[in-house]
């Protein structure tokens, strides 16, 4: 014992460190969170709207081919199963994980990205997307990297 403390040092062991999983949001949890934008624009995919997804992405982007609207039309809106958000799950205020699904005439993913999110004039914006998978990623390279099933 120190003259400090009127104990003996604690020592602990750690036997494993594992990152908490986060619960997939409640869509009522959602409501005035950039995850609604994250939503919209999942969905307006779904619909081969890349005009309403392209709408959703910080305007400089938006002249880039994964985020122009006839890109995003070009490839979404000709999908043989259409792309569907499963789930979003929150990592911090601006950063979302989604699982999504979808499928080519010869292939089909099951998607994960982490989507990074901005406001601007006191709006959200999608920032970027940072596909987990490979999915999304080669898609824009016009390789079919999909989970084949």
């Not at 602990?12 to 959602?30: G, H, L, N, W």
Request: hydrophobic share 40%; charged share 20%; proline share 3%.
């Amino acid at each position: 014992m120190t003259a400090e403390t009127d104990h003996e040092p604690l020592v602990a062991t750690v036997m494993s460190v594992a990152r908490a999983q986060a619960q997939p949001m409640e869509r009522t949890d959602e409501y005035g969170t950039a995850a609604t934008t994250v939503r919209a624009f999942y969905t307006a995919l779904g619909d081969g709207q890349g005009d309403d997804a392209s709408a959703m992405v910080i305007p400089d982007k938006r002249s880039r081919p994964a985020f122009s609207t006839a890109g995003l039309t070009g490839f979404y809106g000709r999908l043989a199963d259409p792309i569907h958000q499963v789930d979003i799950t929150k990592e911090n205020a601006g950063t979302f994980l989604v699982h999504c699904h979808y499928a080519t005439k010869s292939c089909v993913c099951n998607g994960a990205a982490i989507i990074t999110t901005t406001i601007r004039n006191g709006r959200n914006f999608i920032q970027g997307i940072r596909a987990l998978n490979g999915c999304q990623v080669l898609l824009w390279q016009n390789v079919w990297g999909c989970d084949r099933e």
